[in-house]
């Protein structure tokens, strides 16, 4: 399975303001994806990561709030913009390889909003 | 209705125990059946897939898949404390939608 890793880690940040988020694959995926998983919760799917396009968004989450970017086969940035304490969540990239259904996921990023 | 309904728990056994994790669903288009293993800050890690009725054994763990009944299950025998973890069910079509979770905690 592919090797994922997320910058960074965990991170405290200030209400207002914006953080991007990297995630690194160690080999080229066909699909990318960002999840929220808030505080005891499931995971929640934000959006697909489309190489050299605009990403898909889920209902209830927009462009303006978290811009994607997908350069290449193995590499997706997730931006959190304008943040609010109820942006507190982990954030979670998740890759699926070839014609797999297999799908895996990274380490997450803590993102705690004051 | 939710699309995937896990009971939450929490779930206490003592080791070595037989553990059984269930989830039902409402969507038959579901093709893909996998059970992810998340330990305390850190992300999901695939345990088991599969994607038709039946069993299929990986060690201790065997997935099982009863698309007539819309419902999916993964047993743990022998468990052990490092079992501890949340269990999350997930299916898909084309996107993956996951179970709330079970925290399962193995006593010694």
């Known amino acids: 399975s592919a090797v994922i890793s997320q910058k960074p880690s965990r991170d405290i940040c200030q209400r207002g303001t914006s953080l991007t988020i990297q995630c690194q694959v160690d080999s080229q995926v066909t699909m990318m994806f960002w999840y929220r998983q808030q505080p005891g919760q499931s995971l929640t799917l934000i959006a697909t990561a489309n190489q050299g396009s605009e990403a898909t968004y889920e209902s209830g989450f927009v462009i303006d709030k978290f811009p994607i970017s997908r350069p290449n086969l193995t590499f997706s940035t997730l931006t959190v913009s304008n943040m609010s304490p109820e942006d507190s969540s982990i954030y979670l990239c998740?890759?699926?390889?070839?014609?797999?259904?297999?799908?895996?996921f990274g380490p997450g990023t803590r993102l705690t909003v004051t | 209705q939710k699309e995937v309904e896990q009971d939450p728990g929490p779930l206490s056994v003592p080791e070595g125990a037989i553990v059984s994790l269930n989830c039902t669903y409402s969507?038959?288009?579901?093709?893909?059946f996998m059970w992810y293993r998340q330990y305390s800050r850190k992300g999901p890690e695939l345990l088991m897939y599969t994607y038709s009725s039946g069993n299929k054994e990986d060690g201790r763990f065997t997935a099982q898949v009863d698309k007539s009944s819309k419902y999916i299950s993964l047993f743990i025998r022998d468990s052990q404390p490092s079992d501890s973890a949340t269990y999350l069910c997930?299916?898909?079509?084309?996107?993956?939608?996951f179970g709330q979770g079970t925290r399962l905690t193995i006593n010694p």
């Open positions: 969507n038959s288009a579901f093709q893909y």
């Open positions: 998740s890759v699926v390889q070839g014609s797999s259904y297999e799908q895996y």
């Open positions: 997930a299916m898909k079509v084309q996107k993956l939608v």
